[in-house]
């Protein structure tokens, strides 16, 4: 996910976990989840 080094400012560090959770909401597709990826799969069950 994101190594940690001294090198990346606090807003460096929270752009990459915000990016990281955008991806695992938005575009990773689960084979658990139908195929789908989660935010998908939410509003399927709605």
Not at 15 to 35: D, G, P, S, V
């Given at each position: 996910?994101?190594?940690?080094?001294?090198?990346?400012?606090?807003?460096?560090?929270?752009?990459?976990?915000?990016?990281?959770i955008?991806f695992?909401?938005?575009?990773?597709y689960?084979a658990?989840?139908?195929?789908?990826a989660?935010?998908e799969?939410?509003?399927?069950?709605?």
């Amino acid at each position: 996910m994101v190594k940690i080094n001294k090198e990346k400012t606090k807003e460096e560090y929270k752009k990459l976990i915000e990016e990281y959770i955008k991806f695992c909401n938005e575009e990773r597709y689960q084979a658990r989840l139908k195929n789908m990826a989660l935010v998908e799969y939410r509003s399927h069950a709605v």
